[in-house]
């Protein structure tokens, strides 16, 4: 479970007070290009005085609306898919998938709404554009273990470059993309998942 929550905080980093209106509306219209994002990612982890924690590699895919395919391979096997209706997470090596629903891990984890046109989801942030994109912070009361998250596009605006996800505890985790592919036709089926035989299944999904 401490592997699936930390999965949570950095999937659950993503996107206004009316201060802030127009640049919420400006990372949302350049999301709203990104039909489908598919790439590899490297992953660096850092703690609060910058030393290096842990180093992690894997693939990414998105569509629109609200599927999600993250996996990594390094240093851990696991796998994070949404088909927008249901969201699996697979631990391979503890033989465990725990089944949730995909619009209830909003709050926790943002990281949906990078492919979410719900208003009501991204009223809940504050986006401030940067020099190098968007910083993303939750409003006050909003309930987040992640304090702020910094989304760059990459200099041909085709796809995300990277992702920096700053948690409560001050640890800081930096996904950068490489090898990406836009806007391209992704299966359906990329984000379906068979539970393998054998496992142990924790269904989420029934839950208030």
Same mark, same amino acid.
């Given at each position: 479970m401490?592997?699936l ?7 659950g ?5 009316p201060s802030?209106?127009d640049?919420s509306?400006a990372?949302q219209d350049?999301?709203?290009t990104?039909?489908?994002f ?5 992953q660096?982890?850092t !703690? =609060?005085?910058g030393?290096a924690?842990m /180093?992690?590699?894997? @693939?990414? &895919?998105?569509?629109q609306?609200m ?7 390094n240093?851990d ?5 949404s088909n927008g209706d ?6 391979s090596?503890?033989e465990q ?10 709050d926790?984890?943002?990281?949906v709404?990078?492919?979410s046109k !719900? =208003? ?5 942030? /504050?986006?401030?554009? @940067?020099? &190098?994109?968007?910083?993303?912070t939750?409003?006050k009361g ?11 596009f990459?200099?041909?605006?085709q ?6 996800v700053?948690?409560?505890?001050g ?5 950068t993309f ?5 806007n391209?036709?992704?299966?359906t089926?990329?984000?379906e ?7 142990e299944v924790d269904?989420?999904?029934q839950?208030d």
């Amino acid at each position: 479970m401490k592997k699936l929550n930390s999965l949570l905080l950095v999937l659950g980093s993503l996107i206004a007070t009316p201060s802030f209106a127009d640049d919420s509306q400006a990372l949302q219209d350049k999301l709203a290009t990104l039909k489908s994002f598919k790439a590899q990612f490297s992953q660096n982890v850092t !703690d =609060p005085q910058g030393q290096a924690v842990m /180093q992690g590699e894997g @693939t990414i &895919a998105l569509k629109q609306p609200m599927m999600i395919r993250w996996q990594q391979t390094n240093p851990d096997d696991t796998l994070f898919v949404s088909n927008g209706d249901k969201t699996y997470y697979f631990d391979s090596f503890a033989e465990q998938v725990t089944i949730m629903d995909t619009h209830s891990l909003i709050d926790s984890t943002p990281f949906v709404l990078l492919t979410s046109k !719900d =208003p009501e989801q991204w009223a809940k942030y /504050q986006v401030v554009a @940067t020099d &190098a994109g968007f910083s993303v912070t939750p409003n006050k009361g909003v309930e987040s273990q992640v304090e702020k998250l910094d989304i760059r596009f990459n200099a041909q605006e085709q796809g995300l470059a990277s992702l920096t996800v700053l948690d409560t505890s001050g640890q800081q985790s930096l996904f950068t993309f490489k090898d990406a592919k836009v806007n391209e036709a992704l299966a359906t089926q990329t984000f379906e998942f068979t539970i393998p035989e054998g496992v142990e299944v924790d269904d989420q999904s029934q839950g208030d």
